[in-house]
């Protein structure tokens, strides 16, 4: 015999209630999680950074012997760190200041 007490009613509904509620958001984090994915497989690939840095050379592009900020400004960790390397505050990485940049990139 089923017991139809209001009581049990309300715990019936409830438990229906319940298992509704984990259902949809098993469903929304599936659908979240296929989105997630999706996005992963057609975003583009980011160009993995130089194993090596560039010749001081090929960064003086002027000839001057020395690395202004502009001439910097084609490395993006280089002309970040560049007010760090600087450290006679010139305006300009000679040689030397850039061998220390240099070296931590190797």
């Known amino acids: 015999m089923t017991d139809t007490t209001p009581r049990s009613i309300l715990a019936l509904a409830t438990a229906c209630m319940l298992m ?3 259902e949809s958001s098993y469903a929304q984090a ?3 999680s296929q989105v997630t994915d999706d996005a992963q497989a057609t975003s583009p ?3 993995p950074a130089p194993s090596s840095p560039q010749p ?3 960064l003086d592009t002027n000839g001057d012997g020395a ?3 502009d001439e910097a400004a084609v490395d993006p960790p280089l002309a970040q760190a560049f007010g760090t390397l600087d450290t006679d505050a010139d305006g300009r990485l000679t040689p030397e200041e850039y061998a220390v940049y240099a070296q931590g990139q190797s």
Do not use: N, V, Y
């Open 67 to 69: 690395i202004s900020k």
């Open 20 to 22: 509704a509620i984990a």
């Open 56 to 58: 001081f050379e090929d």
């Open 45 to 47: 690939r980011t160009a």
């Open 30 to 32: 599936q659908r979240t």
